[in-house]
């Protein structure tokens, strides 16, 4: 073997190392995470954006496992947050439906239906996923942790209702429209203006 490809695969090594590395220390940490006795500790600068702690901490930390990181634990008799998800989908679009009418007593069902759309909109579940740092939470499997999946945006709108939906099975519907009221505030102000329309436009663009 001629030094140069010695050289070539030794780096090779060296990269293939560094990268089992990373993931090693990836999926240790997520373990970590997930048997900690305490791991509403974790959730704090979260629940503070809340307003509201988890009782049953078994839940959030559903809301935030993506079916990449249970794929990845075959055996381990964890579940996704995929029903999480179509439970939040359902329970966001009462709770808007319900904001949308108080606040607009004048409007149509044509007008309410599309101010929902807007606001419940993929657009709309990413914008305040950044703002409450949802993708700081979510468990991964490293395929899609290392393609950025945290920033995507589809994944960002799934683990929003998944939160939406844990809440909504920890406290109850009127806990979360009120938490639901919150957090979309600056979209359900927006409802009626062309501010809201823009604002969706430049996401899609971005």
Do not use: C
């Not at 809440?167 to 809201?196: C, N």
């Amino acid at each position: 073997m001629s030094k140069e490809n010695f050289i070539i695969r030794h780096s090779l090594f060296d990269i293939r190392f560094e990268n089992f590395k990373y993931f090693w220390i990836v999926f240790t940490v997520q373990e970590n995470f997930m048997k900690t006795p305490y791991p509403n500790k974790a959730f704090e600068p979260l629940y503070e954006e809340l307003g509201y702690t988890f009782r049953d901490p078994a839940l959030i930390l559903q809301a935030f496992r993506h079916s990449s990181y249970v794929n990845e634990q075959m055996g381990a008799g964890l579940e996704d947050n995929e029903r999480l998800e179509f439970l939040g989908d359902a329970v966001l679009d009462l709770a808007v439906s319900h904001l949308l009418m108080e606040k607009n007593s004048g409007a149509d069902e044509g007008e309410l239906s599309r101010f929902r759309s807007m606001v419940v909109d993929e657009t709309g579940l990413h914008d305040v996923a950044g703002r409450l740092d949802l993708g700081s939470y979510l468990l991964l499997g490293r395929g899609e942790d290392q393609s950025l999946g945290r920033q995507k945006p589809s994944i960002l709108a799934d683990v929003t209702e998944a939160l939406i939906g844990a809440i909504y099975l920890d406290g109850g519907f009127d806990v979360t429209k009120k938490i639901i009221e919150k957090l979309f505030a600056p979209l359900l102000e927006k409802v009626r203006t062309d501010d809201l329309v823009q604002d969706f436009k430049s996401l899609l663009q971005e």
